[in-house]
């Protein structure tokens, strides 16, 4: 995967992120990653311990403003040692794939 340009720009705007979270593989498998980038559409994240990360998993990321995790369920597009690109799929349970993924940011305190 490369780089987008003004030729192939995003579909969604990411902004810069260092949140704990952690991919659940099919077996039920946990590993504990942390969060780079995140968009609308997906999300970069680098692997606390380097391993084969399967095509599909999905994601739990604590909701700061909540205190409750939200799983999101995604799709590998691309790995390079222990760094990690997937999208966002929807799941025919996975009912958070619509919520905006600013809930999942610290909101400020209020001024």
Same mark, same amino acid.
């Given at each position: 995967m490369t780089e987008p340009d003004a030729?192939? &720009?995003?579909? +969604?705007?990411r902004q810069r992120a260092l949140k704990g979270a952690r991919i659940v593989c099919e077996n039920q498998v946990t590993y504990d990653v942390t969060i780079r980038d995140l968009s609308g559409g997906g999300v970069k994240v680098k692997l606390n311990t380097p391993f084969?990360? &399967?095509?599909? +998993?999905?994601?739990l990321i604590l909701n700061p403003n909540s205190g409750v995790p939200e799983r999101r369920s995604c799709e590998k597009r691309w790995q390079r040692g222990d760094q990690l690109?997937?999208?966002?799929?929807?799941?025919?349970?996975?009912?958070?794939?619509?919520?905006?993924?600013?809930?999942?940011l610290r909101k400020p305190p209020p001024a």
């Open positions: 030729q192939f &720009p995003r579909k +969604f705007q084969v990360v &399967p095509d599909r +998993f999905d994601l690109g997937a999208r966002f799929v929807a799941s025919s349970d996975d009912q958070a794939a619509t919520a905006p993924l600013t809930s999942l």
